[in-house]
């Protein structure tokens, strides 16, 4: 989930659902929400030390004046909302937090509070796979833990 957050062009839900196929939905959503939380920091922080520049080769010109306009239209509230929305970018979200004047701890409780409940229902839904669909779950994160090895 990390390096899904940081670089990898796969949606998060997969892994999330992958996490609850093979350690059940509870565990599932307990490693998916932290390691969201981790990879989340680390896009702050990437935004926060390198800048805009390096931000935008991650995210794309276009997606990154998006999120500036809603930051700036929804203020303080923005990462909870975005966090809150499923057609948001969490990746785009974090790196633009990174690079507004959200301090890190606002930051951190309105991610926490906002990924909550896709978590845990995405876990819900990956621990009741069954049949082909487990196996395609699996598969996924076996491919992960490939990508990491190398």
Known sequence: MIFQ??????????????????????????LSW?????GAVICFFIAKVYGREVVEKFTGMYALENVDEFFDRYGSYAVLIAR??????????SYAA????????TFVWATGLGQMPATII??????????SAKIV?????????HIIVK
């Open 5 to 30: 957050s940081v670089a990898a062009p796969l949606p998060a839900f997969l892994v999330t659902f992958a996490n609850a196929a093979i350690f059940g939905w509870f565990w599932g959503a307990l």
């Open 34 to 38: 932290s390691s969201a939380m981790a």
């Open 84 to 93: 809150l929305l499923p057609f948001m970018s969490f990746d785009i979200v």
């Open 98 to 105: 990174g690079l507004m004047s959200m301090s890190f701890w």
């Open 122 to 131: 995405y876990s819900y839904i990956g621990g009741m796979l069954t049949g």
């Open 137 to 145: 779950g699996r598969a996924i994160a076996q491919e992960e833990k």
